[in-house]
Each structure stands twice: as C-alpha cells, then as structure tokens.
C-alpha cells in the first residue's frame, strides 16, 4: 500500500471462548460454495475488522490469521482487497484498494487498538457504498461483540444482500448479543458466520485463504489451490454436488 494513510470512512449515524461446532463450520463452507467469482478472474474483497480495545488480548493472533489470508491473495494476484477498520471515538478508516496483499498485513500489523463502541453500521454502509461504484465478491468481518441497535444492523444487512453481497463474519468469543446479531446479518446477505478461539484459528485461517481464492477464480482456482495443497480448498470442495 506504500505509504498511503487510510482515509475516513463516512458512515450512518464477556463469556468464555468456544470452540467452533462442525455446523457451524459446514454452514460456512456451504455459504462460502456459493460466491460468484469477479468479472475478468479479478475479485475485490472488504476485509473489515474490530480495533476496539476488548480484542487487544488476542490482536497478534488474529493478525496472523488475517495475514495468511492476503499472503495467499497476493500469491493469486488477482484479488483486491480494502482494509477497513473502527476503533476510538468515532475513528472508522478505509484503506485504498490494492492487489498487495502483504502490504496491507503489514497494514495491519501497526494497527492499535483503541477504547471504544463497536461500529459495524459503518462497515455495512461502507461496503454498501463501494459496491455500487464496482460490484465486491464478499465482505468479511472479524469482531467479538456488538454495541449497536441490532435491528438497525439488520436493516443494514439487508440493504447488501439485495446487492448480492454476502457478508462473512467472525466472531471471536463467546458474546451472545453480538452471536445473535452476526448470525442474522450473516442470513440476511446470504453469508456465513462462525466463531473461532485458540483451538480453530488454524482451521479458520484456510477457510480465510479458500474463500479468497473462491471469490477470484471460482471452482477451478479452488481445484488448482488443493492440488498445491491447500487444506481449506479440499473442504470447501467437499461442499459441491455433483
């Protein structure tokens, strides 16, 4: 990204972790399965992700796990991705869209996060807004709680799936507000959520990494990527019939 500074995005004005379940991991696959790839073998994704201080315990393992992700996106090279992240007093920043993904992990990596409220709507009208400049295969958003009025979000939620936008999201811990709230986006779009502690960052990681590779070059990238093997291709393959 060199050294462009991310600019301001204008928006809309707990309990122990737990392992991800098999459906819930089925649910994602099955979600992810049905993304449509972007025009001219070139996908643009929304990474969006929570900055708040309630993540910093776990910030570095959660980078690691965005960052395999645009490694992998970058080793295709054909995906773009914006980087897009709340934290503070009202801060919501977007990066510029870029086909390096390492040089938004390294973004990332100096990213620090801040005391405040969760700011999905934000993300929500963002991504709304960027489709209708160029359609975006997928928004993927990583939090692990939710401060706002659910049924605004939904509402929200519903406005990006008309434009065929499906949102996945990753819930880190256990909140059950935010839980309900990411499940009915996740609907609404036609998306997927999906929950990952210590014990299923790994798997998440690849399912990260394959829905990238889904998003640019459909089935057969997928095919190509578990040949080299990738182990989130191979189970998001499993996930086709016939």
Partial sequence: MSKRTPV???????????????????????AASRIKPGADNRGRL????????????????????QG???????AI??????LVYFRGFGECAASKWVGDGAALGRLMSRIECRGGHTQIRKVLAHARKACKKEKISALVYVGDCMEEDADDLCAA????G???VPAFLFQEGGDQAAERTFREIARLTKGAYCRFDANSAQLLAQLLKAVAVYAVGGRKAL??????????????LEQFKG
């Fill in 157 to 160: 939620a519903g406005e990006l």
């Fill in 8 to 30: 301001s995005v204008d928006g809309q004005a707990g309990t122990p972790e737990t392992r991800s379940s098999n459906s819930e991991i089925d649910a994602f696959l099955d």
């Fill in 77 to 82: 090279g054909s995906l773009d991705i914006q």
């Fill in 46 to 65: 929304v990474f969006a992700l929570d900055a708040t201080m309630s993540r910093q315990p776990t910030w570095d393992r959660a980078c690691a796990i």
């Fill in 68 to 74: 395999e992700m645009f490694r992998e996106a970058g």
């Fill in 162 to 164: 008309l434009l065929g």
């Fill in 223 to 236: 095919s190509d990527y578990r040949s080299r093997g990738g182990a989130g291709a191979r189970l998001l």
